[in-house]
C-alpha cells in the first residue's frame, strides 16, 4: 500500500493576495478615474466648469449638463478612455495573480501585462496633469488638470509597483528542500 502524498501548503498565498490587492486597487483607480473630472476651467462669474473623461460638462457653465462630444464636429474628447481599458486588463491581470500558479516562475507573463498596462496608466496620468490639453474648445493655458489625470497616474504607480514585487520574485514558490542519502518512498 503506497501512503499518500500531503499536499505542501502554499506559504506564499499571503504575499500573492496582497500584491494582487494592490494591483487590483491601481486598476480600479485607473479605471474609474476616467469618469471623473480630467479638466477645469474658470468661468466669467467666478465659478468653474469640469470636462469629465468622457467628455460631460459639469459646473456653473451655461452648457453643464451636456456632453462636450456632442457640440464637437471633426473629433471627440475621452481621455479617459486609456485609463479604462488599461485599468481593466489590469484588474484581469490582478485576479490571475492572486490565482495559485503552477511552476517554478508563475506570474511572470502577468506581471509584464501589470508592467505594460501600468507604465501605459502612469505616463497617460502625468502627461495630462501637466498639460491638461484645451479639449479643443478652450484659448491655450485656459484650463487646469482636475484629479482624473492624477488618479489614473496613482493608479498606474500602484499598478507598477505590484509588477516590480511580482517580476523580483517575491511571490515565487521555495526551492524544494533537497537531501542528501537515500531517501524513502
Request: proline share 5%.
Amino acid at each position: 500500500m503506497r501512503a499518500s502524498r500531503s499536499v505542501s501548503p502554499d506559504r506564499t498565498a499571503g504575499m500573492r493576495r496582497v500584491i494582487a490587492a494592490v494591483a487590483a486597487i491601481g486598476a480600479a483607480l485607473a479605471a474609474l478615474a476616467s469618469f471623473l473630472p480630467w479638466i477645469g476651467t474658470n468661468t466669467e462669474g467666478g465659478g468653474t466648469t469640469t470636462i469629465t473623461g468622457w467628455g460631460s460638462i459639469a459646473g456653473s457653465s451655461s452648457i453643464a449638463g451636456t456632453n462636450l462630444n456632442d457640440v464637437m464636429d471633426s473629433w471627440t474628447y475621452r481621455p479617459g478612455v486609456i485609463g479604462l481599458i488599461f485599468g481593466g486588463i489590469a484588474l484581469v491581470a490582478a485576479i490571475a495573480v492572486a490565482a495559485r500558479g503552477t511552476g517554478v516562475r508563475p506570474h511572470r507573463i502577468t506581471a509584464g501585462v501589470l508592467a505594460v498596462c501600468g507604465v501605459l496608466c502612469l505616463v497617460w496620468g502625468l502627461a495630462r496633469g501637466i498639460a491638461p490639453g484645451e479639449a479643443g474648445v478652450f484659448d491655450a493655458g485656459e484650463t487646469f488638470a482636475e484629479m482624473g489625470p492624477w488618479l489614473t497616474a496613482l493608479g498606474g504607480l500602484l499598478i507598477v509597483a505590484a509588477a516590480v514585487v511580482v517580476l523580483v520574485g517575491r511571490i515565487d514558490p521555495p526551492a524544494p528542500a533537497t537531501r542528501r542519502g537515500i531517501q524513502p518512498r
